[in-house]
């Protein structure tokens, strides 16, 4: 396992991270576990979840919310392992009916915490990350909070999932006023097929130091491969999808036959071949697919490569000289 640094922070998280939202939900309690106990034995440090997973993600359904926290707080308890790895968890979403029960309050938030920790039976979250931007909540509020769980022990280091480029500009000034650390990371949909960050998100997070953790890298099966198999029910509801972009995954798959690698591992390859990318979150539903998402750590993609890849998969290019003289 290769290992690399939280943005600025002196963290180090395993390029591949385990993402559980599945668990609780595609996946039972009996092959989280199977993929928990391999991701130790792989190397992998980092695993992330979230409030809300492990159940229906709608404000007027609660019930399930948390059972991947508490599945991974069972393992952690059973397996002894919590000082193996770097936890992660994030609150925002809805997690009951009341109008305080979501988004960035301090009064959300201090209980959005606590909730995280009676589940996940530890006294402490490694990396605690906003789910979404909350523009009603000012980020004077959301430090404040953030510092007091600090200083309290409950949460070590600070993320952002799915902001703006000006929302983490806003949210790392405010912090650094305070002379606080603020971010490390920011957790962000990228891959081949979505590169609209590279416009002025990714320039901001480099700017701060800000680390980058990508999630749905494989564009939620579009870049495995249209190959026959496990991803058959995947393609299917997708067929849409791969219709429009049927002549990028021509091109694609074959360039990845030719590097003798499958387009799945080609697509984590070419992320962490990034250099804002600090670890790309692998959302496995059983064991083997955390071995597939692995092996893109031995994939080498040189320069020719990358600029077919390129030419394939064009990105926006950078603000503002993508649209400006």
């Known amino acids: 396992m290769d290992y690399a640094h939280l943005g600025r922070s002196g963290l180090l998280v395993s390029r591949i991270g385990l993402g559980t939202m599945n668990f609780g939900d595609a996946t039972d309690e009996r092959e989280a576990v199977r993929i928990m106990d391999r991701a130790v034995e792989l190397g992998v440090n980092f695993f992330d979840s979230a409030d809300v997973y492990g159940g229906p993600q709608r404000p007027d359904m609660p019930k399930g919310f948390g059972t991947s926290e508490e599945i991974i707080g069972r393992w952690l308890q059973k397996s002894g392992r919590r000082d193996d790895i770097v936890l992660a968890t994030k609150a925002y979403q809805p997690m009951g009916l009341g109008p305080n029960d979501r988004r960035l309050s301090a009064y959300h938030l201090k209980r959005a915490c606590e909730a995280s920790l009676r589940r996940l039976q530890t006294d402490h979250i490694d990396l605690y990350q906003m789910h979404h931007v909350d523009r009603a909540t000012p980020f004077e509020e959301i430090w404040q909070t953030m510092e007091q769980l600090v200083a309290e022990g409950k949460i070590t280091y600070v993320g952002s999932s799915n902001f703006a480029g000006w929302d983490v500009a806003t949210a790392q000034l ?82 990845c036959a030719t590097l003798g690698r499958t387009p799945a591992e080609v697509t984590q390859a070419w992320l ?35 600029a077919e890849l390129d030419r394939i998969w064009p990105g926006p290019g950078i603000a503002p000289q993508s649209y400006a003289w």
């Open 174 to 255: 405010t912090a650094q006023s305070r002379h606080f650390l603020g971010l490390v990371s920011e957790q962000s949909l990228y891959n081949l097929a979505n590169r609209a960050i590279e416009q002025e998100l990714i320039p901001a997070l480099e700017h701060f130091g800000i680390g980058l953790i990508p999630w749905s890298p494989l564009a939620s099966g579009v870049l495995a491969g249209r190959s026959k198999g496990e991803h058959t029910v995947r393609r299917n509801a997708l067929a849409a999808t791969y219709e429009a972009l049927a002549p990028q995954l021509d091109a694609y798959e074959k360039l």
């Open 272 to 306: 962490l071949h990034q250099p804002a990318v600090a670890s790309v979150i692998a959302g496995s539903r059983t064991a083997g697919q955390l071995d597939a998402a692995i092996d893109a750590l031995t994939v080498h993609l040189d320069e020719a490569t990358l």
